[in-house]
């Protein structure tokens, strides 16, 4: 801190108050006393201050050290619930993949059947036809 001008000092009581004050007057003692305990009084209450913001810093590294654990935690929890829901969503839609398999297979068994009826069906009829067709022209050339 820096030391008071005596003489600006000096010079301002004279223009304020009217008093003459030399360097020597015990006034000046008085104000070099208060000069230190004020440096004293500084120095102290700089120190407490850095504490303060010392402890405040800590404090807050804690904090955040506190809230990266909490946000580590809750992600971890999101995820796993993530996991759960979407091995919910896979054994669904393997469920209904089965479901519809079992489906397409019926139909196209249905379908399969019905062909080969049609095809015997048909097959049948052609056979008659023929021996029909047969049994006309033996008959005609048997006559």
Same mark, same amino acid.
């Given at each position: 801190?820096?030391? !008071?001008?005596?003489?600006?000092? @000096?010079?301002?009581?004279?223009?304020?108050?009217?008093?003459l004050?030399?360097?020597d007057?015990?006034?000046?003692?008085?104000?070099?006393? @208060? %000069?230190?305990v004020?440096?004293q009084?500084l120095?102290?209450?700089?120190?407490?201050?850095? *504490?303060v913001?010392?402890?405040? %810093?800590?404090?807050?590294?804690r904090?955040q050290?506190?809230? #990266?654990?909490?946000?580590? %935690?809750?992600?971890?929890r999101? *995820?796993?619930?993530?996991r759960?829901q979407?091995?919910?969503?896979?054994?669904?839609?393997?469920?209904?993949?089965r %479901?519809l398999? !079992?489906?397409?297979s019926?139909?196209?068994?249905?379908?399969?059947?019905?062909?080969?009826?049609?095809?015997?069906?048909?097959?049948g009829?052609?056979?008659? #036809?023929?021996g029909? @067709?047969?049994?006309?022209?033996l008959?005609?050339?048997?006559?």
């Open positions: 801190m820096g030391r !008071v001008d005596a003489k600006k000092l @000096s010079g301002e009581v004279a223009a304020r108050h009217g008093l004050i030399r360097e007057d015990p006034a000046m003692a008085l104000v070099t006393m @208060s %000069e230190i004020l440096e009084v120095k102290e209450a700089e120190v407490r201050f850095r *504490g913001l010392s402890e405040a %810093e800590e404090s807050q590294k904090s050290q506190d809230v #990266l654990v909490w946000v580590q %935690e809750e992600m971890g999101a *995820g796993s619930a993530l759960v979407l091995q919910r969503d896979v054994d669904a839609g393997r469920l209904q993949a %479901e398999v !079992v489906q397409i019926q139909v196209y068994a249905r379908s399969a059947v019905r062909r080969w009826v049609a095809v015997g069906i048909v097959s009829l052609l056979l008659v #036809l023929i029909v @067709s047969l049994g006309l022209e008959g005609r050339w048997l006559r």
